[in-house]
Structure formats: C-alpha cells, structure tokens
C-alpha cells in the first residue's frame, strides 16, 4: 500500500524510528542475517569479479539503446500472444491496468510482489474502482493486513518481529495466538489458497523481461507468483522499461547474482519464465497476458547524468549495509524506495523539490558500491545529487550559515580550539534550544579536546 510521500520529512521520521525500539531490533536482526547469508552464499563463487563485470556490462548495453530494446521486446511478446502496453507515467499505468480488468468484469485480483505497483499505487486506484486486490507474498500479506507499506523492497515485512505479527493475525484473522513462523505462514497459506482459487485476475512484476524471446522472467520463493500467474485466467504484469535484458541467455548471469545478493541463495525455489499466454497443450498458464511497460521519468533519468542508478536490478544488499537503512528502516524514507539506491530513486523520480532532505540520508562509507552485484556507482550518483541540491537552492538556510561558519572555524586553529572550549560550556543552553532533535543526534563535546590531551 502506498501511503503517500513523506520524504520531506525524512528527519522527522527517522526521529520517530531512533526510538522505537521493537523496529531497530528487527532491523539489525534482519540486515544482519542478510549480511551472513549474502556472504555464505558468494564465498564458492570463485570468478564473482568476472560475473559482477559481465552482468554490469549487459546492464550498460541495455542502457546504452533502451528504446531499442523497448521495441524488440514488444515485438517479440506481441509475436508471443502477449497485448503489451506501453504507460507514459503512474496514472496512465493505473488506468490501462484498470481497463483491462474492468473490461474482463475481473472484480477479484490476486497479486504477487511488485515495487512498481507501489511505485503507480496501483491496488488504492483498483480499489477504488470497486476491486478486492489481494496481496499473496507473505511480507505483501502482512503488511496489507497492517495498512502499511513495504519497507525494504525484498523483505517488505522487514521491520515487524513475529510477536507483531502473530498479534495482527489474532486482531485480523480471529485465530489464536501464535508466534511460530510456520504456524503463521499455514495460517496465511490457508486464507489466500481461497483466493487464488476464486480470483479473476493475477497481477504480478517481474525481475527481468528478456528483448529477443518476449520473455517475463519471475524470481520468487513463496509458489505465490506462480499461482498468481497461472491460475486466473486473465495475467496482467506491470513493470518498468529498465527491467529489460536483450536475450534470455543474458540471465543465467543475473540467474548466478540476484538471489545471492537479496537473500543469500544460491537460487530462488521458483524461477518462472512466461512467453505469452498459455497455448493449446501447455499444462498451465493464464488464458490471458497483457503486460504494462512504465516509462515514469526513466526516459529523461537515461538522458542525465544519473543514468546509472537504471542499472540497478532491486536486488536490496545496498540497503542492508546501509548504516542509515539498518537504523531507521525504510518506512522513514517516506516512498517506495528506500536506502541508497532508494534514495537516488526517489529524488529523480518524484523531484528535488518532493524528497531533497533524503539526499543526506548517507555516510557515503560506500558499502552499498561494495555489495552492488552490478556496480551501480552509488556514492558518485548521491554526490551528483547533493551537488545538484545545492545548485537548486535546497539545503535548509540554517544549515548553510552553520556549514559557513564551521568552514571558517576549522581552516583556523585558533577559531577551532576557542570553537572546541565553547561548545563545551554552551552545550547545555545548544540541547536545551535544540530540542530532543539535536540532543539525540549530537554527541555531546568532550570536556578536555583530544588535541589537548595529546600534548
Ligand atoms: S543499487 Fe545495486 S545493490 Fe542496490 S538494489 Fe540495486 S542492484 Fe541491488
């Protein structure tokens, strides 16, 4: 569920998830056992360099002809038996998916994980249409249930504890308490086996959408996407223009470097490859696929300076290392995408002017460059925009005039040490005037500078 932007507040919302305590123990248990995973699952990887070089380079082709692509995969699906549409921005995606549905009188949807659904905020728009959209991925599930939005792109449940979610269960469901998490997951694959069974439509995304073939490939873990895609009559799948790859035997590289990335396996439990609409003898498949192709600003990202972040495959390992991500999960980030690659997103989708606070929302260690399988350039791409925040007059007033004054204290050794001895004796009155805000974020100084002791 999107629930609208609140990137603004970018500050304020990571105030409010410094202290909670539940979200940052989640946090750090989930980004930690990513870390692990992601690292067990590489070390038998012996030319990971050669691989990262070589998916990073199909990536660059694709960049380097998009539209081309574009037209070679629309071909090729329409050739397939697929009706492929393309969508300029958000409101033209909901309304040629709500078409769709509403021609075929589709009232019961059923749908598996797509950040570009979150992104068009397509399920409020069907529903509004007067649709039951389902979610089906477990993490999708419970935070539906919740009224909540995904706040990591792989793991969307992420921040929630299984005593949080055993809890929705019993308030939502109505079943007794449980806190194990295959209790829970039974429990969820009973209430929606139903719902596959009844729906009229599927919606999925999809991971990559390979140019020669017409191919949709699917990447997945819970059997939901291969329910959602094959047993409703009638598949709609939604995803953006990046997503392309120019043959299907591009992915066995991707195939080797996703699932080891996003969650520390060797391979998903289910990879599902679509070439159209199911045909006479083809044990399953939807009778039905139309497949929407988001353009949402990606045409003008690929004619700027930040092209590169369109490399990125959402495989979510920049978040996990993320010091800013581990600590105040994704829901501060205030829109779909959050962490560095999130950040980066955000801003050049949605505008300087909707998300510039995020922009500072890295320490710029680059961990996330480290990790990228596909060496998205993060820390470059960040700085681009800090420099182009700076440009467009963004940076709060307050902080430029404390950034000035600062610069000219620390080019002075004597500004800097009587700087150093102020503070020391202003601190109380600078937490009294700065508010919960500045005493939780600044240490306080030293009484004795460590220049000082050195002597
Ligand atoms: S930027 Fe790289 S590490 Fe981050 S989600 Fe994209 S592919 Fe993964």
Not at 302 to 310: N, P, T, Y
Not at 389 to 413: H, I, L, Q, T, Y
Request: glycine residues 8%.
């Amino acid at each position: 569920m999107n629930l609208g932007q609140t990137t603004l507040r970018f500050r304020q919302n990571s105030v409010r998830a410094l202290e909670d305590v539940a979200l940052r123990a989640a946090m750090k248990q989930a980004a930690d056992t990513f870390g692990a995973k992601r690292a067990e699952a590489f070390a038998p990887v012996s030319d990971l360099e050669a691989l990262r070089d070589r998916a990073s380079g199909i990536r660059d082709e694709v960049l380097a002809d998009l539209p081309r692509h574009v037209e070679t995969f629309v071909a090729s699906a329409t050739r397939a038996g697929a009706t492929v549409h393309r969508a300029k921005d958000a409101a033209a995606a909901r309304e040629i998916v709500a078409k769709v549905l509403s021609d075929r009188g589709a009232k019961r949807i059923v749908k598996g994980k797509s950040m570009v659904s979150e992104e068009v905020d397509l399920n409020a728009h069907l529903e509004a249409a007067g649709m039951e959209v389902f979610e089906t991925d477990l993490g999708e599930y419970i935070i539906q249930m919740a009224g909540e939005s995904p706040s990591h792109i792989i793991v969307p449940a992420i921040h929630k504890n299984r005593r949080q979610i055993g809890r929705l269960f019993t308030e939502r469901l109505g079943v007794p308490y449980t806190e194990d998490p295959q209790a829970l997951t039974r429990i969820a694959r009973g209430a929606l086996r139903e719902k596959f069974l009844s729906a009229d439509a599927g919606i999925s995304g999809a991971n990559f959408a390979a140019a020669d073939t017409g191919s949709l490939v699917l990447f997945t873990n819970e059997g939901n996407g291969r329910m959602v895609t094959t047993v409703p009559p009638l598949h709609v799948a939604i995803l953006s223009v990046e997503k392309i790859i120019p043959s299907l035997s591009d992915l066995p590289a991707f195939l080797r470097l996703l699932p080891r990335s996003a969650t520390g396996q060797a391979i998903t439990a289910y990879v599902s490859v679509i070439t159209g609409p199911r045909k006479p003898g083809d044990a399953t498949g939807a009778k039905e696929l139309h497949i929407v192709l988001l353009d949402n600003g990606r045409t003008e990202i690929l004619a700027g300076e930040s092209r590169d972040i369109l490399k990125c495959i959402r495989c979510g390992a920049c978040m996990n290392v993320c010091p800013v991500y581990r600590t105040v999960g994704g829901h501060a980030y205030g829109w779909t995408y959050p962490g560095p690659m999130g950040l980066i997103l955000t801003t050049l989708l949605t505008g300087m002017a909707k998300s510039h606070p995020v922009v500072d929302a890295s320490t710029l260690c680059g961990a996330c460059a480290e990790v990228c399988p596909v060496r998205v350039p993060l820390v470059p791409l960040i700085l681009q925009l800090r420099r182009r925040k700076v440009r467009e007059g963004f940076p709060d007033p307050k902080e430029r005039r404390v950034m000035a004054w600062f610069g000219r204290a620390a080019a002075s050794p004597g500004w800097f040490s009587l700087g150093q001895r102020l503070a020391g004796i202003f601190w109380p009155l600078v937490r009294a005037v700065g508010g919960k805000d500045v005493a939780g974020r600044l240490p306080p100084p030293a009484r004795i500078p460590f220049r000082r002791k050195a002597h």
